[in-house]
Nanobody, 114 residues
């Protein structure tokens, strides 16, 4: 069971990035998927969730209207489109699945800075 994030990097404030999380080893289409983030010196915080069938999504207030989660069950990938990035969005971003136990990716760095 594995989750692998990609797509992070350095972007200027106001810019955009799209993160991807590729899943393997479990029936991806059966599970809701989440993104979390952790900034230096802060606790890990929940960012967004998408249901297994993509019909339901929810977002933390801090990213609502700027971030969009989506998934492709055929490809076993969940995406996080991040627009209008702010310096306070700088963090390690992790995708997560609640399988028989919690499954976490290794994390990917996102930095919004001029």
């Amino acid at each position: 069971v594995q989750l692998v994030e990609s797509g992070g990097g350095l972007v200027q404030p106001g810019g955009s990035l799209r993160l991807s999380c590729a899943a393997s080893g479990f029936t991806f289409s059966n599970y809701a998927m989440r993104w979390y983030r952790q900034a230096p010196g802060k606790e890990r915080e929940w960012v967004t969730i998408i249901s297994s069938d993509s019909l339901d999504t929810d977002y933390a207030d801090s990213v609502k209207g700027r971030f969009t989660i989506s998934r492709d069950n055929a490809k076993k990938i969940v995406y996080l489109q991040m627009n209008s990035l702010k310096p306070e969005d700088t963090a390690m971003y992790y995708c997560h699945a609640r399988w028989v136990s919690d499954v976490w990716g290794q994390g990917i760095q996102v930095t919004a800075s001029s």
